[in-house]
């Protein structure tokens, strides 16, 4: 019986030291590099491969050609030029995927890309017990994830091996097969639960019983001060992701002034400048937007805080004198952005507005659109307005608009 196929070299982090380490036949190579440090994990496990196997990048021969090797090729095609943050994070997050990728495909050959090899993986990914894995001695993933998760990963095989052939020029390029993909939420919010919401991110609680703001001896209970205080930056974020429906990164990119590297609101204008002129331009359009009336009096009364909170950190010492504060959402204490996404006060806001788990950051957007096309908005300025295309429009939200097939629906009406 033949023994247990050796698992390929791969990272692993060690809780206890705090550093990243490579796993190798039963050994563990410490790299140096802390938790955050991916790229130089990353690059650490390139330098272990390559004293240990022979590169067969420049093959044609996609049988000769290691999956390995794509990966490594499609990782260096993809680094930074530059010190953009966005960018590093964006690799870091690349990283992440390709390491898993390396993880099952590693010792495997282009060649061998196959459906079922495919399918072996998304079973992997998602703990689903699978012979042909345990044939080859490959055990579950430590952390499971969903499939629609494993149909990003094959994404990235594809698109490594696409780049690779771009280059080299394969005798033939194998399909990668990925899962069905499934429809994307469509979870928007009625006027009353945005009221909640809001309301909660305000520290007041909702009592879905009595379907009221709680109160105790006639007065409206709210949360203590520090809470109320830690979620005002996602009261800023509801409030512009629902009169803007804009994505959540680019809200919190979003800056005071006039940019070139970030997205800016132009106060005289009144318009929502969604990408800067020097970012570089992807599939998820962020054009220029008129700001919506009901957003206009929150930007310039925030405006207007933050110009004076900006005088009062200069006078504390907490920012240096010719520093403001820039972005509209920032952190109270310090005025700086937020270091992440909106997550634990997020849950928080979910749990005083009684709104269950469906309801994502990106509902926000949802729920813009949404209402949008009940209020009859012309569907050509609406799609401008929202960076979407007609068909997209149509698609996702056209059901919502009060025309919405309404000469078919009336075509059986009358007598002929």
């Known amino acids: 019986m033949p023994g247990r196929k050796a698992k390929p070299p791969r990272l692993w982090f060690r809780e206890d030291d705090g550093v990243w380490v490579i796993l190798d036949r039963g050994r563990q190579i410490r790299t140096g590099c802390g938790r955050d440090d991916t790229d130089g994990?990353?690059?650490?496990?390139?330098a272990h491969l390559g004293t240990k196997h022979t590169s067969t990048v420049g093959a044609t021969?996609?049988?000769?050609?290691?999956?390995?090797?794509?990966?490594?090729?499609?990782?260096?095609?993809?680094?930074?030029?530059?010190?953009?943050?966005?960018?590093?994070?964006?690799?870091d997050l690349l990283l992440i995927r390709l390491l898993d990728l390396n993880t099952f495909f590693g010792q495997r050959r282009v060649g061998d890309i196959k459906a079922q090899l495919c399918r072996d993986f998304v079973d992997w990914s998602t703990g689903t017990p699978n012979d042909n894995n345990t044939r080859e001695g490959i055990t579950p993933r430590a952390a499971t994830v969903s499939d629609q998760t494993a149909r990003r990963r094959l994404e990235d095989l594809r698109a490594a091996i696409n780049a690779y052939h771009a280059e080299h020029v394969l005798?033939?390029?194998?399909?990668?097969?990925?899962?069905?993909?499934?429809?994307?939420?469509?979870?928007?919010?009625?006027?009353?639960?945005?009221?909640?919401?809001?309301?909660?991110a305000l520290g007041y609680m909702w009592d879905a019983e009595r379907k009221s703001w709680k109160r105790e001896n006639g007065r409206l209970l709210r949360r203590p001060r520090w809470i109320i205080n830690r979620r005002q930056p996602a009261a800023r974020f509801i409030l512009v992701?629902?009169?803007?429906?804009?994505?959540?990164?680019?809200?919190?990119?979003?800056?005071w002034l006039a940019?070139?590297?970030?997205?800016?609101?132009?106060?005289?204008?009144?318009?929502?400048?969604?990408?800067?002129?020097?970012?570089?331009?992807?599939?998820?359009?962020?054009?220029?937007?008129?700001?919506?009336?009901r957003l206009r009096p929150h930007l310039v009364r925030w405006?207007?805080?933050?110009?004076?909170?900006?005088?009062?950190?200069?006078?504390?010492?907490?920012?240096?004198?010719?520093?403001?504060?820039?972005?509209?959402?920032?952190?109270?204490?310090?005025?700086?952005p937020l270091a992440g996404k909106i997550r634990s006060a997020w849950e928080g806001i979910l749990e005083d507005a009684a709104l269950g788990e469906d309801v994502v950051r990106h509902s926000l957007r949802h729920t813009a659109a949404t209402w949008l096309m009940q209020q009859g908005t012309d569907?050509?300025?609406?799609a401008g307005w929202l960076g979407m295309t007609l068909e997209q429009l149509e698609?996702?939200?056209?059901?919502?608009?009060?025309?919405?097939?309404?000469?078919?629906?009336?075509?059986?009406?009358?007598?002929?």
């Open 171 to 200: 005798n033939f390029v194998p399909k990668i097969v990925l899962p069905d993909k499934t429809e994307g939420r469509q979870r928007w919010l009625t006027r009353n639960e945005a009221a909640r919401l809001l309301g909660a």
């Open 61 to 91: 021969d996609p049988r000769l050609l290691a999956i390995a090797d794509v990966i490594t090729f499609y990782e260096r095609l993809k680094r930074p030029k530059d010190d953009d943050p966005r960018a590093l994070e964006q690799h």
């Open 259 to 293: 940019t070139t590297t970030h997205p800016w609101m132009n106060l005289d204008a009144m318009i929502y400048q969604g990408r800067g002129t020097e970012e570089r331009k992807t599939k998820k359009r962020r054009p220029p937007a008129k700001i919506a009336n």
């Open 379 to 382: 569907r050509w300025q609406a």
């Open 303 to 336: 405006r207007k805080i933050d110009a004076r909170r900006s005088a009062e950190l200069r006078a504390a010492g907490v920012m240096k004198p010719s520093e403001e504060i820039r972005f509209i959402v920032n952190r109270m204490h310090d005025g700086q």
């Open 241 to 255: 992701g629902l009169y803007s429906a804009r994505r959540e990164e680019t809200i919190r990119r979003t800056q």
């Open 41 to 46: 994990a990353a690059k650490a496990l390139e």
């Open 395 to 416: 698609n996702g939200y056209g059901h919502h608009h009060p025309d919405f097939q309404e000469e078919a629906a009336e075509a059986f009406g009358g007598r002929r």
